[in-house]
């Protein structure tokens, strides 16, 4: 299961990188530095934000899916509203 992985996160973080270095990481990065320059510049925002949202999207199911494996079951009664809710309870703690 390891090697599965291992294997797996090294895929993502190439296919991370090379869109990074890609044009399309290029424009991210100027949305980031400056929406509206970039909007000036013919770029559509919304459309970039979005295939940004479901590249992530992508990336935590492929992280979703693996622990799903990992833990071998997959049941809506292992997420009890405690555990669904766990991090935010922590934060209101702390």
Known sequence: YLTIVV???????????????S???R????????EIS????GKDIFNFKMQSLVFGSMIMG??????A???KAISPDVFTPLYGTFI???MLMA
Not at 27 to 34: G, K, N, S, T
Not at 38 to 41: G, L, P
Not at 62 to 67: D, H, P, Q, S
């Open 7 to 21: 294997i797996i996160m090294v895929v993502i973080y190439l296919l991370i990188e090379r869109a990074i270095r």
């Open 62 to 67: 492929i992280g979703g899916a693996l622990y």
């Open 69 to 71: 494996h990992y833990t």
């Open 88 to 90: 935010i309870w922590v």
């Open 38 to 41: 970039a909007a000036m510049s």
């Open 27 to 34: 424009v991210l990065r100027a949305i980031r530095e400056d």
């Open 23 to 25: 044009p399309w990481g």
